[in-house]
């Protein structure tokens, strides 16, 4: 009677904890299948990805601290030998090299300060704003231009600013979305390592997004805001600057679009022309 009664206990106890981790079991089905649900319910789908060319932005370097001196003014380009020294192309060279200080550089623009006319040597990548010298230092690789500092050193430079325009929608079956929860990234490897833009839709400076009409959600011609709702059946062109992945002719770079909550699009821009309006989604 008495083994009789414990191997009731027994198996009222692994009975007990069958049932338990069926429902674990089931609780984790279910909320799997509820994420997987969610992100297919929120994707977005790249229809196109056009060039709009060089961004308009520029950069000027001065000869002296306190960005006095001479000064030299860079549109986005490289610039190494003659072009450095006359970069308007005027006859008259408006800059020294192995003369230069500090350097101020539009919003929406990155520039690499080389050592050497070739573009060799130390380099320094700065982004947009008034970089003194010691922010110069700071940012050469190798830092400190190898620990002489890198005053009066730089003999050539690349400005780099490049636009481009997405168009872009929900895919089929689709919940709304708001347009503050879509953000973009564009990867690519970028002098002297591989580097990325990117940045939300709205926020996308300082460009940002329309319809394809050139208004907003609710018809009026302005930029969607972040709190604006995007649905299926809606058509959005977002204009980005690259500012970091510069492109070059020949060159692939992988572009990904993600929804908070939802799911993350990815696609290949392929850059077989850099000619405006060349559409460079590359559909495999």
Not at 231 to 245: F, P, Q, R, S
């Amino acid at each position: 009677m008495i083994v009789f009664i414990a191997l009731i206990l027994v198996a009222a106890v692994a009975s007990t904890v069958i049932i338990k981790s069926v429902e674990n079991l089931q609780q984790k089905g279910e909320d799997t299948s509820n994420d997987t649900r969610l992100s297919l319910s929120k994707k977005a789908i790249l229809t196109s990805a056009y060039i709009l060319g060089d961004s308009d932005c520029e950069a000027e370097l001065f000869q002296h601290s306190g960005f006095g001196g001479w000064s030299a003014t860079y549109p986005v380009g490289s610039y190494a030998g003659n072009d450095f020294l006359d970069p308007d192309n005027d006859g008259v060279n408006e800059a020294v090299s192995d003369d230069a200080t500090t350097i101020k550089i539009d919003a929406g623009c990155e520039v690499i300060l080389y050592d050497e006319d070739d573009f060799s040597g130390w380099s320094a990548r700065l982004s947009g704003g008034d970089h003194s010298l010691a922010s110069i230092n700071a940012n050469a690789l190798p830092k400190n231009c190898g620990g002489g500092g890198c005053n009066d050193q730089i003999s050539s430079l690349k400005v780099l600013g490049f636009e481009m325009q997405l168009h872009w929608t929900l895919a089929a079956g689709s919940d709304e979305v708001t347009a503050g929860e879509v953000s973009w990234t564009v990867t690519c490897v970028s002098e002297p390592f591989a580097g990325y833009d990117g940045d939300t839709i709205v926020s996308s400076n300082p460009y940002g997004s329309t319809l394809l009409d050139g208004t907003n959600t609710a018809g009026l011609d302005a930029k969607i805001v972040d709190s604006e709702i995007i649905e299926h059946g809606m058509y959005v062109k977002t204009d980005i600057a690259l500012k970091i992945c510069y492109p070059e002719e020949g060159e692939k770079m992988q572009l990904t679009i993600h929804i908070d909550g939802g799911a993350t699009t990815y696609y290949t821009l392929s850059f077989r022309g850099l000619d405006v309006g060349t559409n460079v989604l590359f559909v495999s």
